[in-house]
T-cell receptor, first 111, second 114 residues
Framework: QKEVEQNSGPLSVPEGAIASLNCTYS??????FFWYRQYSGKSPELIMF????GDKEDGRFTAQLNKASQYVSLLIRDSQPSDSATYLC???????????FGKGTRLSVIA | DAGVTQSPTHLIKTRGQQVTLRCSPK?????VSWYQQALGQGPQFIFQ???????QRGNFPDRFSGHQFPNYSSELNVNALLLGDSALYLC?????????????FGPGTRLTVT
């Protein structure tokens, strides 16, 4: 059974710091990896996706993938109070296969 | 560029009733996936529709059924509602034909079963 594990948090960081969010997955066949941000009472918003080992940067966000360790992370540089949300890690087998989500990590950025 | 839309926003039903939720995918997308998100949990996959057929299904009972129309919009039907069906129901769209597999979610429908 495919599982995705995340620390539920809350993870508290001061404004301007780097927030580091981590995710591990159980299925070595997983091919694609996604980070969604979900504000309270809202739906998940796709912020990053990564398919290959290594780093992928988009603005203040960096996704890191290590398939050998079955580990995905999301770094948020210069964290802002508006980044306070739950961050969901999701994986699938590639293509349009179903997403398997972790329970999410709640991030709180303190001004 | 219209994003994924869902209706209604909120719904209150009684145990045993039936409910229909609707979804229109993002412009250019042809695949619709439905997820259920209980409070404090990540979304769980219900099923996926492409070319008007159910292509993949998660671990949900037959009370959950769906449909996709020629314009790619989709419906989720739940029969014989249980209290445990109370959740946020999310529709996600993606594109198989253009190999754009990232799934984008709509705003969701909050279903409360009393």
């Amino acid at each position: 059974q495919k599982e995705v594990e995340q620390n539920s948090g809350p993870l508290s960081v001061p404004e301007g710091a780097i927030a580091s969010l981590n995710c591990t997955y159980s299925d070595r066949g997983s091919q694609s990896f996604f980070w969604y941000r979900q504000y309270s009472g809202k739906s998940p918003e796709l912020i990053m996706f990564i398919y290959s080992n290594g780093d992928k940067e988009d603005g203040r966000f960096t996704a890191q993938l290590n398939k050998a360790s079955q580990y995905v992370s999301l770094l948020i540089r210069d964290s802002q109070p508006s980044d306070s949300a739950t961050y969901l890690c999701a994986v699938n087998w590639g293509g349009n296969t179903p997403l398997v989500f972790g329970k999410g990590t709640r991030l709180s950025v303190i001004a | 560029d219209a994003g994924v839309t869902q209706s209604p926003t909120h719904l209150i039903k009684t145990r045993g009733q039936q409910v229909t939720l609707r979804c229109s995918p993002k412009s250019g997308h042809d695949t619709v996936s439905w997820y259920q998100q209980a409070l404090g949990q990540g979304p769980q996959f219900i099923f996926q529709y492409y070319e008007e057929e159910e292509r993949q299904r998660g671990n949900f009972p037959d009370r959950f059924s769906g449909h996709q129309f020629p314009n790619y919009s989709s419906e989720l039907n739940v029969n014989a509602l249980l209290l445990g069906d109370s959740a946020l129901y999310l529709c996600a769209s993606s594109s198989r034909v253009s190999f754009s597999y990232e799934q984008y979610f709509g705003p969701g429908t909050r279903l409360t079963v009393t």
